[in-house]
């Protein structure tokens, strides 16, 4: 069974890059049909889905964040990241990263990470 | 982007009772609908996919229908472990979009 773990700073300062990682155990990163996902929550908010990067390695962020936003692989360590440049208080959120799986049946989130809450402050 | 739209945004309920959700998007979406519970401090759990299939290991109380524009979660018998946050989310187009959440509250 695929577990998702997510790890980085809870605290950044407002201007600097907001990084996390997702590890990954249980599946290859590698796999056909996978697009490894970050999603946020703002504090008492709904879901805001950040972007993928796809088992080959592409990407697709949200347009809202695209100019700021940076999704890499490490196939090597079977992990995905999150860089978020400039930030500011409203970056501040829970983190998710979550696994979008592709086949016959449909397109869903099916694993998901146990959540980082970042916040951005001086 | 595709807007999904959920109603209502909480509701009360007693245990044993039947709670509808809906949900509606922007434009067609054919059956790329998911449905998600969330807990407090949790991370958001499958429940649906493909806007009627459930997820393995979800209880059979857990029921979704529709397709195209209108989407809906039903439970059927409201039990104690399932007053929560559920949203819906469309997976057909980028980017993924989600409901504002609908909160079941006892």
């Known amino acids: 069974q695929v577990r998702l773990l997510g790890s980085g700073p809870g605290l950044v300062k407002p201007s600097q890059t907001l990084s996390l990682t997702c590890t990954v155990s249980?599946?290859?990163?590698?796999?056909?049909?996978?697009?490894w996902t970050w999603i946020r929550q703002h504090p008492g908010k709904g879901l805001e889905w950040v972007g993928y990067?796809?088992?080959?390695?592409?990407?697709y962020y949200n347009p809202s964040l695209e100019s700021r936003l940076s999704i890499l692989i490490d196939m090597s360590k079977n992990q995905f990241s999150l860089k978020l440049s400039s930030v500011t208080a409203a970056d501040t959120a829970v983190y998710f990263c979550?696994?979008?799986?592709?086949?016959?049946?449909?397109?869903?989130?099916?694993?998901w990470g146990q959540g980082t809450l970042v916040t951005v402050s001086s | 982007d595709i807007q999904m739209t959920q109603s209502p945004s909480s509701l009360s309920a007693s245990v044993r009772d039947r709670v509808t959700i809906t949900c509606r998007a922007s434009q067609s979406i054919s059956n790329y609908l998911n449905w998600y519970q969330q807990k407090p401090g949790k991370a958001p759990k499958l429940l649906i996919y493909a806007a009627s299939s459930l997820q393995s290991g979800v209880p059979s109380r857990f029921s979704g229908s529709g397709s195209g524009t209108d989407f809906t979660l039903t439970i059927s018998s409201l039990q104690p472990e399932d007053f929560a946050t559920y949203y819906c989310q469309q997976s057909y187009s980028l980017p993924r979009t989600f409901g504002q959440g609908t909160k079941v509250e006892i």
């Open positions: 979550a696994r979008d799986l592709s086949n016959s049946g449909g397109i869903y989130f099916d694993s």
């Open positions: 249980g599946d290859s990163i590698s796999s056909v049909g996978y697009y």
């Open positions: 990067i796809s088992y080959s390695g592409s990407t």
